[in-house]
């Protein structure tokens, strides 16, 4: 086996491991065998347990493939969403449409987060934008700039109208609440990049 064989073994193994420990390990530890064993610990391992892992595997995949294309694009070993802005103008996005009375359900918050994304992104290419086309260094240092812009207006705008609490896991993350309909909006978006 090559040496990169051998590291990409040594990796699944590690996820693996990780996942066991995501889904049995916890406040309460459970035994993988209660997966199939009918009662409250396969009903909290399969209906909050098991999205959440999902969610996560999905997430992480999708940044990893995200930085990459952003990384390619721009030519830069260090850009990635939040330093270009993408991840600040898809959260501002939805604290708006929040305050503004868009019920956030996983559609709405979806479309709400790509057009704020999206929005933030041309804006910081628009930053870039040189004499003869975009300069990787602007790109990086107007979407730092602009993304610290776009976090301070969040903020402000969840504190001024005290939904601070009410918009938390979207200003810091977390995978509390998910559930089934949000991995199969994963899965899809997953399916859509990879």
Do not use: E
Request: charged share 5%.
């Amino acid at each position: 086996m090559t040496r990169r064989g051998r590291f990409n073994l040594l990796v699944t193994g590690l996820l693996l491991v990780a996942i066991g420990l995501d889904l049995f390990g916890g406040a309460h530890w459970f035994s993988p065998l209660s997966v199939i064993s009918p009662g409250t610990s396969q009903a909290v391992l399969l209906g909050m347990r098991f999205p959440r892992t999902l969610c996560a595997l999905m997430v992480g995949a999708l940044l990893a493939v995200g930085g990459l294309l952003l990384q390619t694009v721009s030519h830069n070993p260090i850009a990635d969403p939040s330093i270009l802005g993408i991840n600040a103008g898809a959260t501002l996005a939805l604290v708006i449409g929040g305050v503004s009375g868009v019920a956030l359900t996983v559609g709405h918050a979806a479309l709400l987060a790509i057009i704020g994304a999206g929005l933030a992104y041309v804006i910081v290419l628009l930053l870039a934008v040189a004499g003869t086309g975009v300069d990787p260094l602007r790109l990086l240092l107007g979407g730092t700039v602009f993304s610290g812009f776009i976090s301070c207006l969040t903020y402000a705008i969840s504190v001024v109208t005290n939904t601070t609490q009410a918009f938390r896991n979207l200003l810091i993350g977390g995978f509390s609440g998910v559930g089934y309909g949000q991995v199969s909006l994963l899965a899809i978006a997953t399916v859509i990049v990879v």
